[in-house]
């Protein structure tokens, strides 16, 4: 139930287009839902966060969707440019916890 | 800079050396957290610190494992008798409030 499943586990976009990953959980009481991302060789950087009382959050070209009763939210890129070619993780939390659970990755390429 | 250091950045050991980590984190963050992450895997939660009080430790954190954050500043992650399984990249975060983790570089640690 401390899980959070991540799709796709690879995914190569056009610069200029839209990627979107996708992210589902099982545990109802998390209630922060952050999305990092990882250059090689560096620590994840946490990029755009969403609490489960929005159903959509936008920073810049990055936008979470949540969709509570799926038990489900997505990131999308939009106009993604090879500069976001990196892994990026999911995660889920909640008070108290004290920690993250993350997703198993998603390795994205932006060709040129 | 003023983020979250660590040293070093790659240690590489024979199997069943000691190693010891070192993490500095944000200055004014009083929750320090390590992680584990292995190669095409999200990172996974080891122990989370409040100030100098370790609150919270993972199953993961066998008893070769130990952690302190002496005077609530930087943290040490001491592993005693290294396995090969112990290879990983190791994660130390820190942040004021749940959720919002930040991360540094990590250290990889190669048992050979």
């Known amino acids: 139930q401390q899980q959070v499943k991540q799709s796709p586990q690879s995914l190569i976009v056009q610069k200029g287009g839209i990627s979107i990953i996708n992210c589902a959980y099982e545990?109802?009481?998390?209630?922060?839902f952050p999305w990092y991302q990882q250059f090689p060789g560096k620590g994840p950087a946490l990029l755009i966060a969403?609490?489960?009382?929005?159903s959509e959050k936008k920073e810049g070209r990055f936008t979470i969707s949540f969709n509570k009763s799926a038990k489900q939210f997505s990131l999308h890129i939009m106009d993604s440019q090879p500069g976001d070619s990196a892994t990026y993780f999911c995660?889920?939390?909640?008070?108290?916890?004290?920690?993250?659970?993350f997703g198993q990755g998603t390795r994205l390429t932006i060709n040129p | 800079d003023t983020g979250v250091s660590q040293d070093p950045r790659h240690k590489i050991t024979k199997r069943g050396q000691n190693v010891t980590f070192r993490c500095d984190p944000i200055?004014?963050?009083?929750?320090l957290y390590w992680y584990r992450q292995t190669l095409g895997q999200g990172p996974e939660f080891l122990t989370y610190?409040?100030?100098?009080?370790?609150?919270?430790k993972s199953r993961l954190l066998s008893d070769r494992f130990s952690a302190e954050r002496p005077k609530g500043s930087f943290s040490t992650l001491e592993i005693q008798r290294t396995e090969q399984g112990d290879s990983a990249m190791y994660l130390c975060?820190?942040?004021?409030?749940?959720?919002?983790?930040?991360f540094g570089p990590g250290t990889r640690l190669t048992v050979t």
């Open positions: 545990n109802t009481a998390f209630d922060y």
């Open positions: 200055s004014e963050h009083n929750r």
């Open positions: 975060a820190s942040s004021l409030e749940y959720g919002q983790e930040y």
């Open positions: 969403i609490r489960p009382d929005v």
């Open positions: 995660a889920a939390t909640l008070q108290g916890a004290q920690k993250l659970v």
């Open positions: 610190f409040q100030n100098e009080a370790q609150l919270e």
